[in-house]
């Protein structure tokens, strides 16, 4: 079963402007970390006890080619996405999102 999804405006605004960076990096790059975010949550979507559990009821799925991780909650009838948090940065900057 997969579950519906929605994100966090905040998650959405750490996605963006993690992949403004890297198309100044390198143009094209912020589109492949979109990708590589899509691919992810359809994983999570698919598979939502999959990450391990970081706090609470809150989990981690780290992307495969950025140094980046989905933070999520699995409510009962829903995936939220809490944010899209750095590894090496900021840990649980994203605390008090719901």
């Known amino acids: 079963m997969t579950l519906p999804f929605s994100v966090h405006d905040d998650a959405e605004l ?6 403004d960076f890297y198309d100044l990096e390198n143009p094209g790059l912020g589109s492949a970390l979109i990708d590589e975010f899509e691919r992810a949550v359809a994983t999570i979507r698919e598979h939502p ?11 981690r799925w780290g992307m495969l080619r950025f ?29 008090g999102r719901e």
């Open 14 to 19: 750490d996605l963006n402007e993690a992949a």
């Open 49 to 59: 006890e999959a990450g391990p559990v970081i706090l609470g009821k809150v989990r």
């Open 67 to 95: 140094p980046y991780s989905l933070v999520y909650s699995v409510r009962e009838h829903e995936l939220r996405i809490l944010a899209v948090a750095h590894q090496k940065r900021r840990p649980f900057y994203w605390r």
